[in-house]
């Protein structure tokens, strides 16, 4: 989160006009999901279970991911003891979370089945460099992976077919010039956030071998993609060049990425998403969607679980 308040400081040279091209709609109530004192970040779902990352008041640079049944309940820690944990999402059709686990100064890439309580490793994933930021769907993961050469840090971001654990690359950032940051991943389609000078989002068609940008206005942010291949609909955030400044939540077809967007719901002045965001099967709507993201408070670093319910309505 702090990486993209830096840029769009950084990208305040511009003058912060926004461009609203999106066709307006009834706004969506955002609800919320898990609070407290600490911040909660990376929030997925799978109509039985939630999961998320969160720090503690007394650990606020020390992230565990944990998991809540929608229903209510204890929560469960998923990642090891002593080891450090951000969410990925839940393996369709399980009770699985794909997360990222730091321990010993190596990271890697984790599964942990909420039924048996037992981690294991995704075959393919895991080397002797940085793994991180992982999404997953029935057939393949997406993930990035960090090395050095020369002294300057290279982060490539991946895609693996889950039959075959053949890697695809779908491309390079040099020494954090540019962030990279996974949206989803499905069956047809894989989505990214390049976070530099400009925020864009990325759809990766995998069945065609293509990437495609989503066009972005003038002085605007776009980021915290995910993809419903049901209807292919791609949903994500646009701001403008600073924190809490005009965030829309939108929707186009990921047919025609070029189209006019819907604008499906807004937040108040000085209230963001995080780079991650999600889609789940809402808690009581058959066949409906929520978007859930992190509603972070951008004056105070306050960051709760909220969603947008019914997103497909």
Request: net charge positive; aromatic share 10%.
């Amino acid at each position: 989160m702090r990486l993209r308040r830096f840029i769009k400081v950084l990208a305040i040279v511009s003058a912060l006009v926004f461009a609203v091209n999106g066709t307006a709609v009834a706004l969506i109530t955002p609800v919320k999901l898990v609070g407290g004192k600490a911040a909660q970040f990376r929030p997925f779902g799978n109509g039985t279970w939630y999961a998320w990352d969160s720090n503690s008041v007394a650990r606020p640079h020390h992230n565990d991911v944990f998991a809540r049944m929608v229903s209510g309940g204890a929560i469960v820690k998923v990642n090891a003891p002593g080891s450090v944990g951000f969410a990925g999402g839940f393996d369709p059709g399980t009770n699985t979370v794909i997360y990222q686990q730091i321990s010993g100064g190596r990271s890697d890439i984790y599964l942990y089945n909420l039924d048996t309580k037992k981690r294991s490793v995704p075959p393919g994933v895991n080397s002797s460099k940085w793994e991180y930021r992982p999404r997953i769907s029935a057939t393949h993961i997406l993930f990035a992976r960090e090395r050095k050469v020369r002294g300057l840090l290279y982060t490539t971001a991946y895609l693996e077919d889950r039959s075959t654990l053949a890697l695809v690359e779908l491309g390079t950032t040099k020494d954090k010039a540019v962030g990279y940051y996974s949206g989803s991943v499905g069956d047809a389609y894989a989505t990214y956030t390049l976070a530099g000078a400009k925020q864009n989002v990325y759809v990766y068609d995998i069945g065609a071998g293509t990437r495609h940008k989503v066009p972005l206005p003038a002085r605007s942010a776009q980021y915290a993609s995910a993809v419903d291949e049901t209807t292919g609909t791609l949903y994500f955030a646009r701001s403008r060049l600073a924190c809490g400044a005009n965030v829309r939540l939108l929707a186009v077809p990921v047919s025609s990425l070029s189209a006019t967007a819907t604008r499906l719901a807004a937040l108040p002045k000085g209230i963001d998403v995080d780079f991650a965001a999600s889609l789940a099967p809402d808690r009581t709507t058959v066949g409906g969607l929520d978007y859930l993201f992190t509603r972070y408070v951008c004056k105070s670093g306050g960051a709760d679980i909220y969603a947008f319910p019914d997103v497909n309505a």
